[in-house]
């Protein structure tokens, strides 16, 4: 028997760094331009109102996180709630599904910047890089943190210095907001920025990723709710301010005709500042798919443990302390998914899958809170409302995004 752990040897500011990078990343460097067009002078708004979706449904990860601390956090919940092993399964089945989809479209997506610069072709580069990814992830937990911490550092560094570099321009906000009329000529948007806060969710997926660290966390009670609450409010801000900065820099009609929108907003800093930025847009594509693995495989060791998939996923390497056969199917499906699929429409599907599994938790954390008349000694429970606010927001934009 197999009785090799996972190491714990992830602190608060390395796991918050790390939910930072699990977001800030590939969604908003790829779909900013997106989004300004939908939502045009108005897409500030539509990061806000992805950001309070994403607020109101930590607290529901925070708390159950703090619960039951386990790998394949998602399907653990469901089953404490619900005790149905099929429907946790389902669930975790479902949170992989998101996260190898989400890896393949980023791999595919950076193969494509990488292209701006050298030709490569398309199939060969993926299979370079998605190789070389899932052997850093089986290298070690503590490697493959440290490469997406780096990553993050130089990623949100790039989007703060847009910030310094355009941020004069957030003066002109009070004029736009004291004459309205004249920049919203045709109506305030609200369809579209209704539709580009769904959009636009796909740049806060991954905060729920942190939940699945859990065997590797020190002081996992307290040091994970208080990471994931941490990330998401720093992701929301730097996102509004980024977002802002943009779409009055650059028209956002621009904006959404080109395939680097952040690039086109430091044009005019020179040719090296360009290029320095779609080297930027290569590193975030490659630390979204790291970290959609690590998430991935860490959920299938999880299932193993809880014999809800075969049991040989659970076992971890004695010499580098990781799941080498669930990383290995993780990396493996990236790669078939990449080389074989169209991914553009379930890369789209990807939040509206999230919405759901964050509905269904919703409801775990209600039945658990409207079950057990006390918490466990230790935990941090938050009110019940929560989860229920959370619930009714993810519902309702799941309902605008089925009608419209």
């Known amino acids: 028997m197999n009785t090799t752990t996972l190491k714990r040897s992830i602190s608060l500011p390395v796991l918050f760094l790390y939910g930072l990078g699990t977001m800030v990343g590939g969604g ?56 149905k092993p099929w429907l946790s399964g389902f669930v975790g089945y479902l949170v992989i599904l998101t996260g190898v989809v989400s890896a393949a479209t980023l791999s595919v997506a950076t193969i494509g910047f990488l292209q701006e610069l050298v030709a490569v072709p398309e199939a060969i ?12 992830c089986a290298w070690g937990i503590g490697k493959s943190v440290k490469v997406v911490l780096i990553i993050t550092l130089i990623e949100v560094g790039a989007l703060i210095y847009i910030v310094l570099s355009k941020g004069g321009n957030l003066q002109k906000m009070p004029e736009i907001f004291s004459n309205l009329s004249t920049h919203f000529g045709d109506g305030f948007p609200v369809i579209g920025i209704l539709s580009g806060a769904f959009l636009s969710f796909y740049a806060f997926v991954g905060f729920e990723d942190m939940v699945n660290m859990a065997e590797e966390v020190k002081d996992v009670k307290k040091t994970l709710p208080r990471a994931m609450i941490r990330a998401v409010i720093a992701t929301t801000l730097l996102y509004v301010v980024v977002a802002s900065t943009m779409v009055l820099t650059v028209a956002p009609s621009e904006l959404a005709t080109v395939n680097a929108p952040l690039a086109r907003i430091i044009a005019t800093d020179g040719a090296l500042v360009s290029l320095f930025f779609v080297v930027i847009s290569i590193l975030t594509g490659l630390n979204g798919a790291l970290v ?48 074989f699929f169209p991914l553009v429409g379930l890369a789209e599907a990807t939040s509206f899958i999230i919405l759901l599994v964050f509905s269904l938790l919703n409801v775990a954390l209600i039945t658990i809170k409207k079950r057990e008349a006390k918490a466990p000694e230790g935990i941090k429970t938050y009110s019940l409302w929560l989860p229920v606010i959370a619930l009714i927001a993810c519902l309702s934009v799941l309902i605008f995004k089925t009608v419209q």
């Open 292 to 339: 959609q693995i690590v998430m991935a495989s860490r959920v299938l060791y999880g299932l193993g443990k809880e014999k809800k998939a075969p049991q040989f996923f659970s076992v971890v390497n004695a010499t580098t302390r990781t799941p080498i056969a669930a990383t290995g199917v993780a990396a493996g499906t990236v790669l078939m998914l990449a080389l």
């Open 28 to 83: 908003f460097y790829a779909l900013s331009g997106k989004i300004a067009d939908m939502a045009g002078l108005a897409a500030p708004l539509s990061f806000l109102i992805a950001g309070l979706l994403a607020f109101l449904n930590v607290f529901t990860f925070a708390e159950l996180s703090a619960r039951y601390p386990v790998s394949a956090g998602e399907a653990k919940y469901t089953d404490e709630a619900f005790r």
């Open 125 to 136: 580069g993926i299979i370079i890089l998605v190789v070389s990814m899932g052997l850093v």
